[in-house]
């Protein structure tokens, strides 16, 4: 996989049966009380993103951590495809362009995989396009929800287009189930996920215990890829 950037967490060396991982060692964000739990609990994904390869590197951020907002977002993260140019900045579009359509960015429209084993319980189905620098707060954005009941998580894809999974199909990890997109309250095309404890129907809602996302970068060691499963 290519590089990942920002906070995450190597767990290279782990196996792992279920999704979620309880970190031995946090530091919580301003506002969260780590002596509550809510950032000693993390759910383990394989990469939105599959950027090998190609020179692209798959970078991302964590939101900074805000109550008011909903569990997706309290500490969701963004997922962008960068590449580092000849001038050794690494941007999501060639400078030539300025990222003014959404065709520029290495990101848009490539393949989204799905998180770890799960059903979908949601899907979302986007009724706008942004141009970038723009966004449409009243517009329908494409997401997935995905639930695990085993460990009682559920995953939001949200800003995604093109979905090829319905509701309550089963993926694997890694399995293709959209295209990046850009729709909704999205400036440029990314994937945003957010994840919390507990099942869909806490969608929306803001009281919950929100779950940090961390990446597994040995997940086409550890699962395969689609095509190895075909």
Request: net charge negative.
């Given at each position: 996989m290519g590089t990942v950037a920002e906070h995450l967490f190597l767990f290279s060396m782990i196996a792992l049966s279920g999704s979620l991982l309880w970190v031995h060692e946090a530091e919580a964000q301003r506002g969260l009380d780590l002596e509550n739990d809510t950032l000693t609990q993390s759910v383990f994904i394989h990469p939105p993103l599959?950027?090998?390869?190609?020179?692209?590197?798959?970078?991302?951020?964590?939101?900074?951590?805000r109550e008011q907002l909903r569990l997706a977002d309290q500490l969701g993260r963004d997922f962008i495809v960068e590449?580092?140019?000849?001038?050794?900045?690494?941007?999501?579009?060639?400078?030539?362009?300025?990222?003014?359509?959404?065709e520029d960015w290495y990101g848009w429209r490539r393949d989204v995989l799905a998180p770890f084993e799960a059903t979908v319980a949601r899907v979302l189905k986007p009724d706008t396009v942004n141009t970038p620098g723009t966004m449409n707060r009243k517009a329908q954005p494409g997401g997935i929800v995905f639930e695990d009941t085993s460990e009682n998580i559920t995953v939001l894809y949200g800003?995604?287009?093109?979905?090829?999974?319905?509701?309550?199909?089963?993926?694997?990890?890694?399995?293709?189930?959209?295209?990046?997109?850009?729709?909704?309250n999205s400036r440029n095309p990314h994937v945003h996920i957010g994840a919390w404890e507990g099942d869909a129907s806490k969608l929306g809602a803001k009281s919950g215990?929100?779950?940090?996302?961390?990446?597994?970068?040995?997940?086409?060691?550890r699962f395969g890829t689609e095509e190895d499963t075909e």
């Open positions: 599959d950027v090998s390869g190609e020179g692209l590197d798959l970078t991302t951020s964590e939101h900074e951590y590449k580092l140019n000849g001038d050794g900045i690494s941007r999501p579009y060639p400078p030539e362009t300025n990222g003014r359509e959404n800003h995604v287009r093109e979905i090829s999974v319905e509701e309550g199909e089963t993926v694997r990890p890694g399995e293709v189930v959209a295209k990046v997109g850009n729709n909704g215990t929100p779950l940090q996302i961390q990446v597994d970068l040995n997940a086409e060691e």
